[in-house]
């Protein structure tokens, strides 16, 4: 397996913060947040990893994490030993767009893709390990949400089969007046090789981007989306400062990146 973990954004959410910086720079406990979702890889056995930022910050980013491989300041301790390459988003486009631009760097490989900014109580290395030693089909991972209507969800059948996703239900998902369901895909995913065509057949949205829920919607289509239920927290840390904060307590906390 590689590793896709998308950094780029604007991140106007968090104000001033993020003026001259890239957000998943930001400190997030005793960590930058990006160190998160690297660890997550590096535990369910994901070495080469590809990091995409924006252009404004780029330069930022490679300072920090340089070739992969950091050690705890002022010791020789292990943080992270992956191989990093980096790629820069010259704009907006969407996720699904940053899945794309990993094409020539996966290859044949199958591809786990995780947001800079999503933070997991548990890494499910088991749950991506295994997906990746079946080489078939997409996983997901959901969680269920009490607001569904902000998310893209999973819609299952009468046995309990994913069969279709729903993106924002009854506000940009007209099929649907509400929510089918309360599980919302998280920013984990688990990509076949052949995602790279999926995404090249996609039409821009109404926001004019390449959505990940019609990457999803795919393989759920097709009955090859499988979908994990998140074991423990998670959290999405772009919203506002005041999460960063409590995201960082939670972490003191719980731990993160459990087994």
Same mark, same amino acid.
Request: aromatic share 6%; net charge negative.
């Given at each position: 397996?590689?590793? #896709? ?5 604007? &991140?106007?959410?968090? /104000? ?5 910086? $890239? ?10 947040m ?21 252009? /404004? ?14 050690? !705890?300041?002022?010791?020789?301790e292990?943080? #992270?030993?992956l ?10 486009? /969407?996720? &699904? ?17 995780? #947001?800079? *900014? ?17 080489? !078939?089909?997409a ?38 007046e ?5 599980? &919302? ?22 926001r ?5 829920? *019609?990457? $999803? ?13 998140v ?12 999460? #960063? &904060? ?5 972490? *003191?906390?719980? /731990?993160?990146?459990?087994?």
């Amino acid at each position: 397996m590689k590793g #896709l973990v998308c950094a780029g954004g604007e &991140a106007t959410r968090l /104000g001033e913060l993020t003026r001259v910086t $890239n957000k998943h720079l930001l400190p997030v406990g005793s960590w930058p947040m990006i160190y998160y979702p690297l660890q997550l890889l590096q535990l369910a056995g994901v070495r080469e990893v590809l990091v995409v930022t924006g252009k /404004g910050h780029a330069g930022q980013m490679i300072d920090l994490l340089g070739d992969g491989r950091l050690s !705890a300041r002022g010791s020789d301790e292990p943080l #992270l030993e992956l191989d990093l390459t980096y790629k820069v988003q010259t704009r907006p486009g /969407g996720i &699904a767009q940053v899945v794309g631009m990993a094409r020539d760097f996966a290859g044949d490989e199958p591809l786990v893709v995780v #947001l800079g *900014d999503n933070i997991f109580e548990h890494a499910h290395a088991d749950e991506i390990a295994a997906w990746g030693a079946a080489g !078939a089909g997409a996983r997901v991972f959901v969680k269920e949400v009490p607001d569904p209507e902000n998310f893209g969800v999973v819609v299952y059948d009468e046995r309990g089969r994913v069969v279709d996703l729903a993106e924002k239900a009854g506000v940009v998902d007209l099929r649907y007046e509400a929510p089918p369901t309360s599980d &919302a895909v998280v920013g984990l995913y688990c990509y076949p090789p052949d995602v790279f065509d999926v995404i090249e057949s996609l039409r821009p949205s109404s926001r004019g981007e390449l959505e990940i829920t *019609d990457v $999803n919607r795919h393989y759920a289509q097709a009955g090859a989306l499988s979908v994990v239920q998140v074991r423990g927290w998670w959290e999405d840390a772009g919203k506002h400062w005041q999460h #960063l &904060a409590e995201i960082g307590r939670r972490i *003191d906390e719980t /731990g993160v990146n459990k087994p």
